[in-house]
């Protein structure tokens, strides 16, 4: 046996079986199951289709309804755009209609007890008065009982009312005046709306000063008059006298010193205004004063000893005082016309002495009137006439909040009077109590 038989042999043994032939029987089993099958998917293919054609028109109309809220969102975009609402008008509007609904709420109260109405629990009898079904059902049991025990009698014809005592209120046509009250209500809530709506508060821009800002505004123009000051002197050193004023400690404790306080200090504020105030800072080697005391007068200045020393002046002179000295006296003046006067000209011309070459700027006040006094006295009196503005505008508007307050109380206590007349005309008694029933005369 050779190769070739080997593998002849072997493919042999792996070829199919021949099938055997199919009957007709069997042709027509298999074609029936085929048509079945097919059958079957063509009923789901068209189940299929018809769940996708249902979502199709969930999802047209799904769309059709955003496009629609979208609509209406970018109307009410415009209308805010056109008319901003902000959220203090929210908050008024919702105080409002806080206040009605509270109203309503009081209005819808049962009269027996005390309670608003349930859903389904009211009850209107004939006479126009609205119950609790609980309230009325027990106010009809008694009535009964009452009834089977008098010595009237007759056809019974139902209880009276509760509130305005008349008899046979369960027939005839109903008056609701819960609901008209109601009614009445939004009316008035819609009126009030619309002559009171919501006006926000537009202060102006009013900045009150503040101590501290004073201060630095002042040490700023003083330090550029000192710098001005300083030039002047190395130009014409010859016709300017050095003058250093030392004030006694009696002197420095009338005026009123400010440095380093809070910006935000009330205090520093009063202080600014009622008083004077003294800049002092310890970096510059000039120092501008605006004082005036009360106490403080002309004679009074010319009467303290203040030293004058002034290079070899002072040597020469160890006694001599600034009252003795011709500047004395202008000194005075000035410094009185700087503060009731701040419209002052140039400085007035020094008193004749020696002229000193190596002039170094005062540590106080310089006593001559300057620029720098003017403005600093010109921008204090403008800050105060802010702050005094501010303040008037801050009273205003407390007024105002006042009589807004007091105008809610009486329209509220206006509309408690109606309520309570209302109750009065319709003849409104006090209940009967348990146990005693009020006989119908």
């Given at each position: 046996m050779g190769l070739s038989d080997l593998f002849a042999n072997a493919t042999n043994a792996?070829?199919?079986?021949?099938v055997p032939p199919k009957s007709e029987a069997d042709l027509d089993r298999s074609k029936d199951e085929i048509v079945r099958r097919l059958t079957e998917e063509l009923v789901q293919t068209r189940q299929m289709f018809d769940a996708l054609e249902r979502q199709i028109v969930l999802l047209e109309k799904h769309v059709a309804n955003l496009q629609r809220k979208e609509a209406e969102l970018n109307a009410l975009r415009a209308e805010q755009a056109e008319q901003p609402v902000s959220a203090s008008d929210v908050a008024h509007r919702y105080e409002q209609l806080s206040d009605l609904f509270t109203q309503l709420q009081d209005t819808l109260t049962c009269p027996v007890c005390y309670?608003?109405?349930?859903?389904?629990?009211?009850?209107?009898?004939?006479?126009?008065?609205?119950?609790?079904?609980?309230c009325y059902s027990e106010w009809e049991h008694r009535h009964v009982e009452a009834w089977k025990v008098s010595p009237q009698q007759g056809v019974y014809s139902g209880p009276e009312c509760p509130e305005c005592r008349t008899a046979d209120v369960r027939r005839g046509r109903v008056?609701?005046?819960?609901?008209?009250?109601v009614v009445r209500l939004v009316e008035r809530g819609k009126r009030e709306i619309a002559a009171h709506p919501y006006t926000p508060v537009i202060q102006d821009a009013i900045h009150p000063i503040t101590g501290p800002e004073l201060l630095l505004q002042?040490?700023?123009?003083?330090?550029?008059?000192?710098?001005?000051?300083?030039?002047?002197?190395?130009?014409?050193?010859?016709?300017?006298?050095?003058?250093t004023a030392t004030l006694p400690l009696s002197r420095t404790e009338s005026y009123s010193t400010i440095s380093n306080?809070?910006?935000?200090?009330?205090?520093?504020?009063?202080?600014?205004?009622?008083?004077?105030?003294?800049?002092?800072?310890?970096?510059?080697?000039?120092?501008?004063?605006?004082?005036?005391?009360?106490?403080?007068?002309?004679?009074?200045?010319?009467?303290?000893?203040?030293?004058?020393?002034?290079g070899d002046e002072a040597s020469q002179h160890p006694g001599r005082t600034l009252s003795d000295t011709p500047i004395s006296s202008a000194a005075a003046s000035n410094s009185e016309d700087t503060i009731s006067a701040p419209m002052p000209a140039s400085?007035?011309?020094?008193?004749?002495?020696?002229?000193?070459?190596?002039?170094?700027?005062?540590?106080?006040?310089?006593?001559p009137?300057?620029?720098?006094?003017?403005?600093?006295?010109?921008?204090?009196?403008?800050r105060e006439r802010a702050a005094a503005r501010a303040r008037a505008r801050e009273a205003e508007l407390r007024l105002e909040a006042e009589v807004a307050a007091r105008r809610a109380e009486e329209e509220e206590r206006e509309a408690r009077e109606a309520r309570e007349q209302l109750l009065v005309e319709r003849g409104r008694r006090p209940y009967a109590v348990e146990g005693a029933i009020r006989e119908t005369p």
């Open positions: 792996l070829a199919p079986p021949p309670e608003p109405f349930g859903r389904g629990q009211a009850v209107s009898l004939q006479c126009g008065h609205t119950f609790c079904q609980t008056r609701i005046y819960s609901l008209e009250e002042d040490h700023e123009h003083a330090a550029k008059h000192v710098g001005d000051a300083n030039m002047d002197d190395d130009n014409n050193a010859p016709q300017l006298i050095a003058t306080v809070d910006r935000d200090d009330p205090v520093v504020v009063d202080l600014a205004q009622t008083r004077d105030i003294t800049l002092e800072d310890a970096e510059d080697p000039a120092a501008v004063a605006v004082a005036a005391p009360a106490d403080a007068s002309p004679e009074g200045d010319a009467s303290r000893p203040l030293t004058v020393p002034a400085p007035p011309p020094p008193g004749p002495g020696p002229a000193s070459s190596d002039f170094a700027p005062s540590s106080t006040t310089d006593l009137n300057s620029e720098a006094s003017r403005l600093s006295l010109e921008e204090t009196y403008l």
